[in-house]
């Protein structure tokens, strides 16, 4: 059996996912929704063996690995804490910008 850990998104992350909304509304609701129900069922997903995905960088606040997720065109951004069962999503970005090797 395979154990499931618990997953928040974070305050930045949250808001990464409202501005990727408003965003893709000014030219499409539809697709605003679509992409937002696809960056969620990822973040859900990852309550299941969420080491699986590459790690990415490393944050300097909480001294873990940082990993991503690809949800094309977004990267998912966030950590894990095996000793909690948690997982905290901390960035979403687009892949077409610079991407972070440190994290807050």
């Known amino acids: 059996m395979v154990d499931r850990y ?17 965003f893709i509304s000014q030219s499409s609701e539809q697709n605003a929704g679509l992409m937002v129900a696809r960056l969620l069922d990822a973040i859900d997903d990852l309550s299941i063996l969420p080491h699986r995905f590459r790690v990415s960088g490393r944050s300097k606040r909480h001294s873990v690995n940082i990993q ?37």
């Open 68 to 104: 991503s997720r690809v949800v094309s065109p977004y990267l998912i951004y966030y950590f894990v804490s095996d000793s909690d069962k948690l997982v905290t999503v901390t960035d979403i970005i687009h892949g077409a910008r610079k991407q972070p090797t440190t994290f807050d």
């Open 6 to 22: 618990r997953v928040i998104i974070g305050n930045q992350a949250f808001e990464d996912i409202e501005q990727i909304h408003d």
